[in-house]
């Protein structure tokens, strides 16, 4: 591998790292609300990113911007109204059957995509997708990369300080710790609940957004969502700053795999990095201790 090929290949790892740590949030925001691993997260981007072509005419900034701000907060209206309506109704029971429930929720939302829009790949071209900027070392960076990095990090810090310093990420993190002395003492725990899955769905179509500036949009961009979720469990599955660390250590092993081997070996290689932290730290890099009371 040419120096030119590794910078270059960093480059493309960063982009691709900050947008698994978009998904890795959404995995990682609802799991530190509520204990359930949600398999419903791929879809938010399926949904999101279709949604979005849907809505935007295609050009101008202007109109690019008004259709990303309406499909986040339909999206999140969605995610919110879908814990109230059906995810609520399991509060209490095993969190394998939720798990299993946004796994069958999550079969059946990429069924009703397909009926809605077919299974056609379908196309993002976004001002600024041609325009390159030169790097040291020989590698350019587009200016819509630029935009996804400056995005992702932007959001991130965002929840960061949404979900572990402000009054309502103390209130969900309550809720998460003991559900129902929250209950007894007051706190809306379905109101908490539904704010998680709703920031869960928005963050979901920033991802599949910039997925989609990336790659063509078709079902297989649920499978890309899902390879993110190791993202999570590298940085820790209750661990907002984990998110970041993770999906950057997922894309750099990844995208250095597929250039020396293969796709596969790629893949292969992002699980064999989830199985090593499993082992020496089975929390996550920065996941909370795991504490046994007796």
Not at 21 to 42: E, I
Not at 196 to 225: H, K, N
Not at 227 to 250: E, N, R, T, Y
Request: charged share 10%; hydrophobic share 60%; proline share 4%.
């Amino acid at each position: 591998m040419s120096m030119g090929m590794a910078y270059q290949t960093l480059v493309g790892a960063l982009v691709v790292g900050v947008i698994y740590s978009l998904v890795a949030l959404g995995y990682v925001v609802v799991y530190r609300a509520s204990r359930v691993f949600n398999f419903l997260q791929a879809q938010f981007l399926y949904f999101g990113a279709l949604l979005f072509i849907t809505l935007w005419g295609g050009e101008g900034v202007t109109s690019f911007a008004l259709a990303l701000v309406a499909t986040v907060l339909m999206m999140a209206a969605a995610g919110a109204v879908l814990y109230a309506v059906v995810i609520h109704r399991t509060t209490g029971q095993p969190h394998w059957i939720q798990m299993l429930l946004t796994m069958f929720l999550g079969i059946a939302g990429l069924n009703i995509a397909q009926l809605i829009w077919g299974s056609d790949p379908r196309f993002l071209d976004v001002p600024g997708d041609r325009v390159n900027w030169g790097l040291p070392g020989g590698a350019v960076i587009s200016r819509v990369d630029v935009a996804i990095l400056v995005t992702g990090i932007v959001l991130w810090m965002i929840l960061y300080w949404l979900i572990t310093v402000s009054p309502m990420g103390v209130r969900l993190r309550a809720t998460a710790e003991n559900s129902t002395l929250s209950a007894y003492s007051g706190m809306p725990l379905t109101v908490w609940f539904g704010v998680a899955w709703a920031i869960a769905a928005a963050v979901g179509v920033i991802a599949g957004v910039s997925f989609a500036v990336r790659l063509p949009v078709d079902p297989t961009i649920t499978e890309i969502g899902l390879l993110a979720f190791p993202a999570a469990m590298i940085g820790g599955m209750d661990s907002i700053k984990g998110c970041l660390a993770g999906g950057l250590i997922l894309a750099l092993v990844q995208q250095y795999a597929a250039v020396v081997w293969d796709t596969q070996t790629s893949i292969a290689a992002g699980f064999a990095v989830v199985l090593v932290v499993l082992i020496v730290r089975p929390r996550g890099l920065f996941g909370s201790p795991i504490v046994d009371r007796v």
